[in-house]
């Protein structure tokens, strides 16, 4: 796709979903979208490979829960992959300070190629285990946000990404459709491990009928020392 494309195609998206885009950021996303192609052949990254399909399911949806970040802020993206919601966040709210956490070596290495192309900065990718993270003075309680995007059901996110954030700070799940259940089950490991649903946001994708919801968890209490347990468990063994 060549820029002017690009450019058309994402204003007509942010447009619809009411975030504005400067030039600079524009051509970041697009240059982004270059090198997730052109690592994509050499490490798997992402199946989404048309260039509309990378705007709406991942520049769109990852833009979808900036409204929910204060200015300013510290924020922890758990799982983070090809850099999804974390990097397409920073290109928009530069005033955000991040850290991309990832279990793959492969990618954390996609990931510094990027932050170094697009000239990001106050933006960190760190190999590492989620629960390990959790456990460690640097991080735990630290962030004013953590996000996730389809990393766990929520019972295991929430021991995951509540370690990390400050009393009064939010946990952002970003899901699928039809979470009533998953919210349902996770009931008693919000409360364990100090938090309160927020709110659950439904809402379609753009251009799409692919249908999004966005969990939100508020920090009430300072997270009991037992959690996150060592890394493995909280997959294997939900809080239930």
Same mark, same amino acid.
């Given at each position: 796709?060549? !820029?002017k494309d690009f450019k058309m195609f994402l204003v007509k998206h942010t447009d619809k979903i009411q975030i504005t885009i400067e030039e600079n950021q524009i051509k970041q996303l697009y240059n982004y979208m270059q090198l997730l192609l052109l690592w994509n052949e050499k490490i798997n990254l992402t199946a989404i490979t048309e260039p509309k399909d990378i705007i709406i399911k991942h520049f769109i949806d990852s833009f979808t829960i900036a409204p929910y970040i204060n200015k300013n802020s510290k924020l922890i993206d758990i799982g983070t992959g090809a850099g999804?919601?974390?990097?397409? @966040? =920073? +290109? +928009?709210?530069p005033d955000i300070t991040i850290i991309l956490v990832d279990s793959l070596n492969k990618r954390i290495n996609f990931l510094e190629e990027v932050i170094k192309t697009l000239e990001l900065t106050n933006i960190t990718p760190i190999h590492g285990r989620i629960e390990e993270l959790g456990k460690n003075k640097?991080?735990? #309680? $630290?962030?004013? !946000? /953590?996000t996730s995007r389809a990393v766990a059901n929520l019972a295991v996110l929430s021991e995951y990404m509540v370690p @990390? +954030? =400050?009393i009064g700070g939010k946990a952002i799940c970003m899901k699928g459709p039809n979470v009533e259940e998953e919210v349902q089950? /996770? =009931? $008693? /490991?919000? =409360?364990? @491990?100090?938090?309160? @649903?927020?709110k659950? #946001?439904?809402f379609t994708l753009v251009d799409t009928d692919i249908g999004r919801n966005i969990i939100v968890l508020k920090k009430a209490q300072n997270t009991p020392n037992q959690y996150p347990r060592k890394a493995g468990t909280p997959s294997k063994q939900p809080i239930s």
């Open positions: 796709m060549e !820029y999804f919601p974390g990097i397409p @966040l =920073k +290109i +928009i709210r640097q991080f735990r #309680e $630290k962030f004013d !946000y /953590a @990390l +954030i =400050k089950n /996770a =009931k $008693k /490991a919000i =409360k364990i @491990l100090g938090s309160v @649903l927020e659950v #946001e439904s």
